[in-house]
């Protein structure tokens, strides 16, 4: 009985060690399904994907020539004196805008030199002369805003480096 005893003490542990490693493994197969059935159902892998911003552009800015220019105050004795960087849309903006780089210069030295210092020390004043610049910008570069309104802005923004009104 001894022999027999301990032969089937040996057998069972090994017995009960099988079906363990089985039923861990039907347990870890059954989650895994689990897992990717949750995801599709709740939309995570298709939607995540759908959902992630496309990859984000560098900025491509654009600086000026420093403008000093008279003011259209009463007396002409007051000046401005304005730095602008423009944030273009795109690489071929970028070498498109240099290609008409004086008549932009020239744009927007007759915007600057029409503008009364009062205008332009106000907040709204300079975010209105910024959105001018941009749109006469836009203009040079042969962008209408109500013909190719399917298009994007060539000027993303445009950007004060210095601004003095004396």
Avoid: C, Y
Avoid at 52 to 68: M, N
Avoid at 117 to 143: M, P, R, Y
């Amino acid at each position: 009985m001894s022999e027999a005893a301990s032969a089937a003490a040996a057998v069972a542990p090994r017995a009960s060690r099988g079906k363990k490693w089985t039923l861990i493994a039907i347990v870890a197969v059954a989650l895994a399904g689990g897992a990717v059935a949750a995801t599709r159902f709740l939309g995570g892998a298709d939607t995540a994907q759908a959902e992630a911003p496309a990859k984000k552009r560098e900025p491509i800015f654009v600086s000026l020539e420093q403008f000093t220019v008279n003011l259209a105050d009463e007396g002409g004795e007051r000046f401005a004196q304005v730095g602008v960087t423009l944030e273009v849309a795109d690489e071929h903006v970028d070498k498109a805008l240099r290609a008409v780089m004086p008549s932009v210069r020239n744009s927007v030295l007759l915007l600057l030199s029409s503008k009364k210092s009062e205008e332009l020390l106000t907040l709204d004043g300079k975010k209105q002369l910024a959105a001018q610049i941009a749109d006469g910008t836009a203009a040079e570069l042969g962008w209408s805003g109500s013909k190719d309104a399917d298009r994007p802005k060539p000027i993303a923004a445009v950007h004060f480096s210095h601004f003095i009104v004396q």
